[in-house]
Structures are given as C-alpha cells and as structure tokens.
C-alpha cells in the first residue's frame, strides 16, 4: 500500500538556494526567499521527504518530484514532474506487474528472489503514453526493456521487448492499424524474428473519436444509435466481401453482442469489462471498454475470461 502527499501528511517545509546547499542540508529562511530560482522539500512527520520542487519566478513550479513510501517507511514509488504538472518518469521500487511479466519470460529458469529488489523506470511521451519499461536490478544494473511507439491518436504501434545490456530484442509485438475499416492487428515474433501469433478485431469508432470526426467530417457521436449502426454496416460489408449472400443462413450479430464488452474475471471478486485484444499463457492484453489505452495484466490474476458472444475462452477446458 503507498501513502499519497496528502496521506502522508505535509509536516515540514523547507528551502534551499540550491542543489549543493540541499544536499549540505543547508537550509534558508523563507524571508530569504526572492526571484532567483531555489528548491523547495516538504517533509513528512518522519522527515521523510514528499515532495521536492525546483520553483523559479513568480513561485511557479518548473520541475517536481514525488516521493511516495510504503507502509513499512521503505521508498515504493518516486515520480518527476514538468512544468505542465505532466508525469515524465515515474519509478517503482520493488514488486511491479510488467518487470513480473518480463522476467517470467526472459528468465524462466531463474528463481524470482533474485529481482525482489529491483526498479521499474516509466518513461512518458508528451501525451501521457509509456515510451519505455527499464528494468534495473537494485545495484541501477538494467537487465531488461519494454520499448513502445503508437499511431496518432495513442494506439500502439509496436512493443519490442529487449535484454540489457547487450540491447537484444527478444520478443516483438507489431500492431498493424487501418484507420479506414479500424481493423487492429497483432502479431508476435520471437527473438530469431520468427512470427509465433496473430491476432486481430475491429475496433467501434467510440473508441477513436477524433478518428471519426476526421473520416466522416462530422462530431464524434459517442452513445448514439447512429454510431452502433455503423458498426453493422462495418459486419455487412466484412461478410459481403468474404462472399457473403444476405439470402444465406447466418445472421448478422445481435445489436447487444455488437455494443457488449468482453469480461474479465479477476480472482479477488472484480469484473472488468473490456475489449480483449490477446491472451497468452502469461498475460492478457485488453483496453477498457469504451478507452484505447492498451493495458497488460498477468495471466494469474484472472479467473475467467467470457467473450462478450457468451464464450468462456479462458480457462480452456478440453
């Protein structure tokens, strides 16, 4: 569990003229304070700092970071900030979700405790989307990577997984995107380039707006019916051109099925509901129904996986 700022509570707060003088632990009043840049520190009330700022004229902030602790007062989770109050790097310390998956893959004859202490470095684009997983052990020795690029309007575009520090890629994921027919494709290779999976959907126009303004030259329709009846038009024309006959057996999807998540059961009782994109035997890759930020969960943390057709794909049952 990590204590946020305000959890934490703002005990103490202090300024330094500059870097050399915080790490001296020198101190100034805040009446010395005048338009030179300095450094701000707030401290928790174990004097653990919170927050540090380096503020320029006028007060205003140009850069933050974001110390958050664990229960046990052990550093979970530091954060940096820019002058937009965005979200640049973010590092979490010890337990994290992609580093389990990434080991799981990349080390599998290796036993876990040894990447108990490790670090997990989030790198952010300007539009809030992760650049990079870095990997690093606790001595700052990185031994792996997740890189990732997207297509306008924040859809991944590729996902190289890499073995530091001789920069080998050992997994690929390469998305495939046609914004006219919204088709998203997935393929994965594994370290010789060999593809070894492909998967594919069509994704509804609610989940890229401004791609639907920018096609159809109109407002985003977000939640009216209009919007669902391209998405049977969109099945129609799929099935017109795999030969499809309107007068053969075979009904076009249920309205509901067209518009209804996929379901994901966790283990602790939750229900998520989304859009599945790929299941693997070590994580399931899904975006929130309704979003296209492309999320990744390990495979153990899920009971059930029910198709939004009704059917359960996961666990398989033969």
Same mark, same amino acid.
């Given at each position: 569990m990590v204590a946020d700022i305000t959890a934490q509570g703002v005990s103490t707060i202090k300024y330094f003229h500059s870097e050399d003088d915080f790490l001296r632990g020198a101190a100034m009043k805040s009446s010395d304070i005048t338009d030179d840049p300095y450094i701000q520190v707030l401290y928790n009330s174990y004097g653990q700092m919170i927050s540090k700022s380096q503020v320029v004229l006028n007060g205003e902030i140009h850069s933050?970071?974001?110390?958050?602790?664990?229960? %046990?007062g052990s550093l979970r989770r530091k #954060?940096?900030?820019?002058?937009?109050?965005n979200v640049i790097k973010m590092y979490v310390y010890g337990a994290e979700e992609m580093s389990e998956i990434f080991i799981g893959y990349a080390f599998p004859q290796r036993p876990f405790s040894e990447f108990q202490d490790r +670090?997990? /470095?989030? #790198?952010y684009d300007e539009s809030g989307d992760v650049t990079e997983y870095l990997f690093k052990s606790i001595d700052n020795y990185p031994f792996g990577a997740v890189r990732l690029s997207y297509f306008e309007g924040g859809l991944p575009a590729e996902e190289r997984w /890499?073995?530091?520090p001789e920069e080998r890629t050992m997994r690929l994921f390469d998305y495939d995107y %046609?914004?006219?027919?919204? #088709?998203?494709?997935l393929t994965e290779y594994d370290s010789t380039g060999t593809k070894i999976s492909q998967v594919g959907? +069509?994704? $509804?126009?609610?989940?890229? $707006?401004?791609?639907y303004e920018l096609l159809s030259g109109s407002e985003s329709r977000s939640g009216n019916v209009l919007e669902e009846s391209d998405e049977i038009l969109d099945d129609i024309h799929s099935r017109l051109s795999k030969?499809?006959? $309107?007068? %053969?057996?075979?009904?076009?999807?249920?309205?509901? +099925?067209?518009?209804? $998540? %996929?379901?994901i059961y966790l283990t602790d009782g939750d229900t998520l509901e989304v859009t599945l994109v790929d299941v693997t035997k070590e994580f399931v890759r899904f975006m929130f129904f309704g979003e296209n930020e492309l999320l990744t969960m390990p495979i153990?943390? +899920?009971q059930e996986i029910e198709r939004r057709d009704g059917k359960v794909i996961y666990p398989v049952i033969y």
């Amino acid at each position: 569990m990590v204590a946020d700022i305000t959890a934490q509570g703002v005990s103490t707060i202090k300024y330094f003229h500059s870097e050399d003088d915080f790490l001296r632990g020198a101190a100034m009043k805040s009446s010395d304070i005048t338009d030179d840049p300095y450094i701000q520190v707030l401290y928790n009330s174990y004097g653990q700092m919170i927050s540090k700022s380096q503020v320029v004229l006028n007060g205003e902030i140009h850069s933050e970071t974001i110390f958050e602790y664990a229960e %046990d007062g052990s550093l979970r989770r530091k #954060s940096e900030r820019n002058e937009k109050s965005n979200v640049i790097k973010m590092y979490v310390y010890g337990a994290e979700e992609m580093s389990e998956i990434f080991i799981g893959y990349a080390f599998p004859q290796r036993p876990f405790s040894e990447f108990q202490d490790r +670090v997990t /470095i989030y #790198s952010y684009d300007e539009s809030g989307d992760v650049t990079e997983y870095l990997f690093k052990s606790i001595d700052n020795y990185p031994f792996g990577a997740v890189r990732l690029s997207y297509f306008e309007g924040g859809l991944p575009a590729e996902e190289r997984w /890499i073995l530091l520090p001789e920069e080998r890629t050992m997994r690929l994921f390469d998305y495939d995107y %046609d914004p006219t027919s919204r #088709s998203y494709a997935l393929t994965e290779y594994d370290s010789t380039g060999t593809k070894i999976s492909q998967v594919g959907l +069509v994704l $509804p126009t609610k989940y890229i $707006p401004e791609l639907y303004e920018l096609l159809s030259g109109s407002e985003s329709r977000s939640g009216n019916v209009l919007e669902e009846s391209d998405e049977i038009l969109d099945d129609i024309h799929s099935r017109l051109s795999k030969g499809w006959n $309107p007068s %053969d057996d075979g009904a076009l999807l249920e309205l509901g +099925v067209l518009t209804s $998540p %996929d379901l994901i059961y966790l283990t602790d009782g939750d229900t998520l509901e989304v859009t599945l994109v790929d299941v693997t035997k070590e994580f399931v890759r899904f975006m929130f129904f309704g979003e296209n930020e492309l999320l990744t969960m390990p495979i153990f943390k +899920v009971q059930e996986i029910e198709r939004r057709d009704g059917k359960v794909i996961y666990p398989v049952i033969y």
